[in-house]
């Protein structure tokens, strides 16, 4: 994961080398114990959770999920049997809150996005976070047991679930901070990086790194806007501290602790295509961690893939959260891919639908993006703009369209644009027009696939791409 800006003075490296070698294949007998708990088990920041333990346990690590029951059946999956999986009970009503809020991804998705949007889903998510964590910690004594009897070296945590925090400030382990977004200003604030606000967009606001004036203003107050959100965010996870008495020894709030108490901060963003920003050595750049090369698809997909011909293939997916949208968005989708005989496209969709799909549409509840990324076929990428598929389709060099639908999506809709390797379209204007015209634009203009495979070569040559690709073959 070293970046290169660590790199070590020519002379010197070939200890450099032997070290990087040394640690990449430790025995397991100095393996560490590691409890991974990003989030309840659900969505992209679990995905990139799996992702870090599976690399740990390549590297002779015992590695340690916590996943709430809602989502017991990340437990079951045999794909991820070199993981082990701690379970911790909810009542009923809460298991219902759970799936409520991640159901309040899809139903808030079509919303103008702004303050408001994610003062909304700040709303939605603070109580029943802070409820969560209250279960975890109050009424799980076996699993609060096993915790404290596990001898964990180190809790990796999602920045968007803080009860983790606390849960290592009580086992009294050192903490590593995860991620999944690439949200540099928000890690800074935590991390004590600095961060020049008249060069350095924050997050959610549309801006790259040339801001007009009044950009830059605007830029300062949606910062303080924004922490302000999650400072209230946040709130609750104080008395459940004091409540559950988690070392009263350590001074400051929650908030606080998240930059006092962590150790490490690791960031799912590259400077490939992030804006360029200092950072300071306790925060290590992980961008593309879901990336891989491509395995081989099962044999009908690949039969799809191969039955396109010439044209290739469109990928068009909205991502893990948002499963429920309202069908008259998706229309246009089905009625444009008609007007595209050339072309195959696969189209992860799940439940019902009522429109008429054309029969050069393959649907799949579930698909393997970075592997159908990763095939020659697939010519263009449509998604949503989650921080995982946009660092996947530029790892594999496919030109892309994004529609902004959640959070931090529209930063990556400002890089993909800034990089030239695609275009952004409102997603409270997507029409039959737009979409032909986006969709043009990329299949007959190679400007955009070329800067797509610029970006991906850079992003390749990272150590940590070096080792992934190394390591690669069973990381799904
Ligand atoms: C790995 O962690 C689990 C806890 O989840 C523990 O039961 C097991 O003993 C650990 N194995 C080693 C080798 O430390
Ligand atoms: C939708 O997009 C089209 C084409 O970009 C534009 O002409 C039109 O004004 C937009 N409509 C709205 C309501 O934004
Ligand atoms: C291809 O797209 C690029 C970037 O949008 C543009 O500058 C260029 O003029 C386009 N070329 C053609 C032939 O349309």
């Known amino acids: 994961m070293a970046n290169t800006s660590l790199l070590p003075r020519r002379q010197s490296l ?10 990449f294949t430790l025995p397991s007998s100095q393996g560490g114990n590691v409890l991974i708990t990003t989030s309840l088990g659900e969505g992209s920041h679990y995905f990139v959770g799996k992702t870090i333990g599976k690399y740990l346990v390549k590297h002779g690590h015992n590695v340690t999920m916590l996943v709430s029951k809602a989502y017991a059946h990340r437990a079951e999956n045999p794909d991820d049997a070199e993981l082990n999986f701690i379970v911790f009970h909810q009542s ?5 809150s759970v799936k409520e809020r ?6 808030n998705a079509l919303e103008p996005s702004g303050a408001a949007y994610l003062y909304k889903l700040i709303q939605a998510h603070r109580k029943g976070a802070a409820d969560d964590c209250d279960e975890l910690l109050g009424q799980n ?3 609060m047991r096993r915790l404290e009897e596990g001898n964990f070296d180190v809790v990796v945590y999602d920045m968007i679930w803080l009860c983790s925090l606390m849960l290592a400030m009580k086992l009294n382990v050192p903490a590593v901070l995860s991620s999944p977004m690439a949200a540099p200003t928000m890690l800074s604030m935590y991390a004590g990086n600095p961060v020049n606000l008249a060069y350095t967009p924050d997050v959610m606001n549309g801006y790259n790194n040339k801001m007009t004036f009044f950009q830059r203003v605007n830029n300062v107050i949606a910062n303080r806007v924004l922490y302000s959100l999650l400072e209230y965010h946040h709130v609750p996870y104080n008395s459940i501290r004091e409540r559950h008495q988690i070392r009263p020894d350590l001074s400051g709030s929650i908030a606080n602790l998240v930059g006092t108490y962590t150790d490490l901060f690791l960031v799912n963003l590259d400077f490939a295509v992030e804006f360029p920003l200092p950072l300071n050595p306790n925060i290590i750049t ?3 961690i879901t990336a891989r090369p491509a395995s081989s698809l099962p044999n009908d997909l690949e039969a799809f893939m191969q039955s396109s011909g010439d044209g290739g293939v469109i990928l068009f997916t909205l991502g893990s959260y948002v499963t429920h949208i309202k069908p008259e968005f998706l229309e246009p989708f089905a009625e444009v891919f008609q007007r595209y005989p050339q072309q195959k496209i696969l189209w992860q969709l799940a439940g019902e639908h009522k429109f008429k799909l054309p029969p050069n549409v393959k649907t799949m509840p579930w698909l393997p993006q970075n592997d159908i990324l990763g095939h020659p076929k697939t010519r263009l990428f449509i998604f949503h703009g989650g921080n995982n598929g946009f660092y996947e389709t530029v790892y594999h060099g496919v030109p892309a369209i994004i529609i902004p639908l959640t959070g931090d999506a529209i930063d990556q809709g400002v890089r993909l644009k800034h990089h030239g ?15 032909r015209v986006a969709i043009d634009a990329i299949l007959n203009n190679d400007s955009y696939s070329e800067a797509a495979k610029l970006l991906s070569s850079r992003l390749r040559s990272r150590s940590m791409h070096r080792v992934i690709a190394l390591h690669s073959g069973s990381t799904t």
């Open 14 to 23: 070939v200890p450099f080398i032997c070290f990087c070698v040394m640690i």
């Open 92 to 96: 009923a009503e809460q298991i219902e």
């Open 102 to 107: 991640h159901l309040s991804y899809s139903k």
């Open 141 to 143: 004594p076996d699993v």
């Open 286 to 288: 992980m961008g593309g």
């Open 421 to 435: 390797f695609g275009i952004v379209l409102d997603k409270t204007n997507v029409t039959v027009d737009i979409l």
